[in-house]
């Protein structure tokens, strides 16, 4: 299995652009997380899904942020407009129910200037 | 109070060391603790998996929770320089594999 999948790995924009992450999860999990890590606040979730229905959204850290799962085997982050504050590097993680492991994928690194 | 609190390090020990990481917590509702093991620039990937309180023991790897002082531990025996690498607690308290909350990790290197 190829495990999950983010694209792009680097993506350096300017204030006030959209941004768009993509994650394709391992095939034939039904949960997948949406986390950022930085250096001040560590690894944050900031929504899931199960079985392509966002169940948590608590974490998204305002109306910039969206997410969405149109299928089975992809999801998008999008921010817009895009900070600099929103710096960092953004993880898909995909899970099966009744697992106790969440496998990530390699991260994004997001630097907004 | 943050929930989930872990000393941020850096740790630096020598080759065959016995490593001990910690980790706080608040909630006392949480039942399911792991640790994540994360490489620079790589995404965190699971090493141990305990559900309430008691250890688990996988190789050189131990995993303590103590849920009476909201405590746990992970011990690594004849500690290896592949071992260098952040390690993150992460608890929930709901099943497993679900939404977590993270340590924000504690970076280690082992020097041969």
């Known amino acids: 299995d190829a495990g999950v999948i983010q694209s792009p790995r680097h993506e350096v924009t300017e204030m006030g652009q959209e941004v768009t992450l993509r994650c394709k999860p391992i095939s034939g999990h039904d949960y997948l997380f949406w986390y950022r890590q930085t250096m001040m606040r560590g690894l944050e979730l900031l929504i899931y899904?199960?079985?392509?229905?966002?169940?948590?959204d608590s974490g998204m850290p305002e109306d910039r942020f969206s997410a969405k799962m149109p299928n089975a085997s992809f999801s998008t982050l999008k921010i817009q407009p895009s900070e600099p504050r929103d710096s960092a590097v953004y993880f898909c993680a995909s899970s099966l129910r009744g697992s106790d492991t969440q496998y990530f994928g390699p991260g994004t690194r997001l630097t907004v200037l | 109070q943050k929930e989930v609190e872990q000393d941020p390090g850096p740790l630096s020990v020598p080759e065959g060391a016995i490593v001990s990481l910690n980790c706080t917590y608040s909630?006392?509702?949480?039942?399911?603790f792991m640790w994540y093991r994360q490489y620079s620039r790589k995404g965190p990937e699971l090493l141990m998996y305990t559900y309430s309180s008691g250890n688990k023991e996988d190789g050189r790897f131990t995993a303590q929770v103590d849920k009476s002082s909201k405590y746990i531990s992970l011990f690594i025996r004849d500690s290896q320089p592949s071992d260098s690498a952040t390690y993150l607690c992460?608890?929930?308290?709901?099943?497993?594999?679900?939404?977590?909350?993270f340590g924000k990790g504690t970076t280690l290197s082992v020097s041969s």
């Open positions: 909630n006392s509702a949480f039942q399911y």
């Open positions: 899904f199960n079985n392509n229905v966002p169940i948590d």
């Open positions: 992460a608890m929930s308290g709901r099943q497993a594999g679900t939404a977590l909350i």
